[in-house]
C-alpha cells in the first residue's frame, strides 16, 4: 500500500495549510492511506476537512505532539463501518449514489441504464426504512410528542412519504408509462426529499441515538450486528 506524506509544517505550502490538505486528500486513491504531518492539534482541521470533502475520509491520530502530530487518513470506503450511526450514514450515502444514477441517465433519456439503478435504489432504500422503523426506533425509544413534531415521529412520517413517492414510480414504469419525460419530475421531487429526511435524520436523530447507545449496556454491539445482517456491510 502506497503512503502519501502531506507535511504541513513547513512555511513554503505556497497556499494556507487546510487548502493545501484538502487538494492532496481529495486525491487520494483506493487502497492509499496518507499520512499528514502537523504542528498543532489536528482534531479541528481534520473534522473539517471531513466535512468538506463529504465523509469520504477515515482519520486517526498516530502520534500526538507537541511539537508535531501525525494523523494517518484512507478513504472512508477503504476502512470498514466503525459502528451502528456510521453504518446508516454510510447507507444513506450508498442509496443517495444509486438515486442520482438513476436521475442523471434518466435526465440523459437514458431510461433503460437507469432503471437497473432505480431498482436497486428502491430495494436498498426499504431495507434501509424497514430498519430504522421497525428496530431501531421501538428499541431506541426517544419521547414523541402529541403534534408529532420529535425526531422519531419526523423520521416515521418522511419514510412513508418518501416510500410512496417510489411507489409510484415504480407502478408508472411497470405500467410501461415510464417515460423519461414523466419520470423526470418525480426524480427531481424525490432527490430534495431524500436529501433533506437524510440530513434531518443525522443532525437531529442520530446524535440522541448515538447517545441512547452508549447508555445501554451491550445493545450497541447488539444492534450494529442486526443493522449489518439487513442492510450488508456498506463501504
Ligand atoms: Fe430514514
Ligand atoms: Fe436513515
Do not use: C
Amino acid at each position: 500500500m502506497s503512503t502519501r506524506v502531506i507535511d504541513l509544517t513547513g512555511d513554503d505550502l505556497g497556499m494556507a495549510p487546510h487548502s493545501y490538505a484538502f487538494y492532496e486528500l481529495r486525491e487520494l486513491r483506493h487502497g492509499e492511506d496518507a499520512t499528514l504531518r502537523l504542528a498543532e492539534e489536528p482534531a479541528i482541521l481534520m473534522k473539517s476537512l471531513e466535512i468538506q470533502l463529504r465523509r469520504g475520509i477515515h482519520w486517526e491520530v498516530t502520534e500526538a505532539g507537541p511539537p508535531v502530530w501525525t494523523v494517518s487518513v484512507k478513504r472512508r470506503d477503504d476502512v470498514a463501518a466503525a459502528d451502528l450511526i456510521d453504518l446508516l450514514t454510510r447507507d444513506h450515502l450508498r442509496i443517495d449514489k444509486l438515486f442520482a444514477n438513476a436521475l442523471h441517465l434518466t435526465n440523459a433519456n437514458k431510461i433503460e441504464e437507469a432503471l437497473p439503478y432505480f431498482r436497486e435504489y428502491a430495494e436498498a432504500l426499504r431495507r434501509h426504512v424497514s430498519l430504522e422503523d421497525e428496530i431501531l426506533a421501538p428499541r431506541l425509544d426517544l419521547p414523541r410528542s402529541p403534534a408529532g413534531d420529535d425526531p422519531t415521529s419526523i423520521m416515521v412520517r418522511e419514510h412513508e412519504q418518501i416510500l410512496e413517492q417510489t411507489v409510484m414510480m415504480e407502478e408508472l414504469i411497470d405500467e410501461g408509462l415510464g417515460d423519461a419525460g414523466m419520470l423526470a419530475p418525480f426524480f427531481a421531487m424525490l432527490s430534495g426529499q431524500l436529501a433533506k429526511h437524510e440530513y434531518r435524520e443525522e443532525e437531529n436523530l442520530f446524535p440522541h441515538w448515538k447517545r441512547l447507545i452508549h447508555n445501554m449496556e451491550g445493545e450497541e454491539d447488539e444492534l450494529f450486528r442486526i443493522a449489518r445482517e439487513r442492510i450488508g456491510e456498506v463501504r
